[in-house]
C-alpha cells in the first residue's frame, strides 16, 4: 500500500518568507508527527497530532512554526519568517493508533533551504 | 543524561561479519523500542520492533532487549556493504499525553567489502 508522502521534496526559500509543507500519512493512520532533522544532527520532534485530540506542540521551537492536520488526514507544518536555521530536512510520521507499541513509519522528507 | 544514547561510530566491519549495536536508555517505564536503518539522504526505515525481554530475530537481524539494563541491541549477522547506514535506536516516552518516540542520534555502520 502507499506509505507516508510529502511534498515538495524540496523548497529553497529566502529568509523572511513563509513556508508549507505538506504530509500525506498512511491510509487508516491516526497519528502524525513531525521531526526535523539538521545536517548530520539526530531526529528533533516537533508536533504530534492524535486523532481528534488537541496537538501536542511541546516540540517547536518558536511561534513561527504552527501546524494543522484537516480531517484527522493530511497535515500542513507552516514556518512563517523563515531564518536560515530552519534550514534542515522536515520528516513526517504516522503510525496507526495511540497504543505504545505502534511503530512510526516515515515519509521521504521535505529538504529546505533558506538563503 | 541523554534520554537514548548510542555510540556514534562510526563502526566498521568487513563484509560476513556480525555487527553489533548497542542502545541505553534512561526512563525505565519504557515499554516499546525500535531499530531504523537511514541510509544517507533518505527518511529512517524501521528494520525492527521489540516490547519483551529477550531475543527478537528477523533474517540477519536479532534485536535484544535487557529492561533490567535498560539496554537494546541490534546485532547484524552476515554484514553486507548494504547495510552500510545510520543506525537510530527509538525508545517510547511513557508518560505525558503523547505516544512518543526518543531517538539515539544513531551510529554509523560501514561494512567493507
Known amino acids: 500500500g502507499a506509505g507516508v508522502s510529502q511534498s515538495p521534496s524540496n523548497k529553497v526559500t529566502e529568509k523572511g518568507k513563509d513556508v508549507e509543507l505538506r504530509c500525506d500519512p498512511i491510509?487508516?493512520?491516526?497519528?502524525l508527527y513531525w521531526y526535523r532533522q539538521s545536517l548530520g544532527q539526530g531526529l528533533e520532534f516537533l508536533i504530534y497530532?492524535?486523532?481528534?485530540?488537541?496537538?501536542?506542540k511541546s516540540g517547536l521551537p518558536s511561534d513561527r512554526f504552527s501546524a494543522e492536520r484537516t480531517g484527522g488526514s493530511v497535515s500542513t507544518l507552516t514556518i512563517q519568517r523563515t531564518q536560515q536555521e530552519d534550514s534542515a530536512v522536515y520528516l513526517c510520521?504516522?503510525?496507526?493508533?495511540?497504543?505504545?507499541?505502534?511503530?512510526?513509519?516515515f515519509g521521504p522528507g521535505t529538504r529546505l533551504t533558506v538563503l | 543524561q541523554k534520554e537514548v544514547e548510542q555510540n556514534s561510530g562510526p563502526l566498521s566491519v568487513p563484509e560476513g561479519a556480525i555487527a553489533s549495536l548497542n542502545c541505553t536508555y534512561s526512563?525505565?517505564?519504557?515499554?516499546?523500542f525500535f531499530w531504523y536503518r537511514q541510509y544517507s539522504g533518505k527518511s529512517p526505515e524501521l528494520i525492527m520492533s521489540?516490547?519483551?525481554?529477550g531475543d527478537k530475530e528477523d533474517g540477519r537481524f536479532t534485536a535484544q532487549l535487557n529492561k533490567a539494563s535498560q539496554y537494546v541491541s541490534l546485532l547484524i549477522r552476515d554484514s553486507q556493504p548494504s547495510d552500510s547506514a545510520t543506525y537510530l535506536c527509538?525508545?517510547?516516552?511513557?508518560?505525558?499525553?503523547?505516544?512518543?518516540?526518543?531517538f539515539g542520534s544513531g551510529t554509523q555502520l560501514t561494512v567493507l567489502p
Open positions: 521489540i516490547y519483551s525481554n
Open positions: 526512563d525505565r517505564g519504557s515499554q516499546s
Open positions: 497530532f492524535q486523532g481528534n485530540s488537541a496537538p501536542d
Open positions: 510520521a504516522s503510525s496507526p493508533g495511540t497504543s505504545w507499541g505502534n511503530e512510526q513509519f
Open positions: 491510509s487508516g493512520h491516526t497519528a
Open positions: 527509538a525508545v517510547n516516552r511513557p508518560s505525558g499525553s503523547a505516544r512518543q518516540l526518543t
